[in-house]
């Protein structure tokens, strides 16, 4: 599988109406919306991976065209 199919099954099962489901659960229950910050570093951290998976989906599903190399 190319990397351009793949973007495409992210996108077709992720822009379904489960697909969509998924991905708001996936963003409330691990902060997308909120800040990962706690005064524990390891904490910290542990939350930002989590939220980290969540941006990862959502790139994966909104981009649209890779940049031109110049």
Do not use: H
Request: aromatic letters at 8%.
């Amino acid at each position: 599988m190319t990397p351009d199919e793949l973007k495409a099954t992210y996108k077709s099962v992720l822009n379904s109406d489960d697909g969509l489901r998924v991905m708001n659960d996936l963003s409330s229950r691990f902060g997308l919306w909120k800040t990962s910050y706690t005064p524990n570093s390891d904490e910290t951290a542990f939350r930002e991976g989590q939220r980290d998976v969540v941006l990862f989906l959502l790139n994966m599903i909104n981009e649209n065209k890779k940049p031109q190399e110049e």
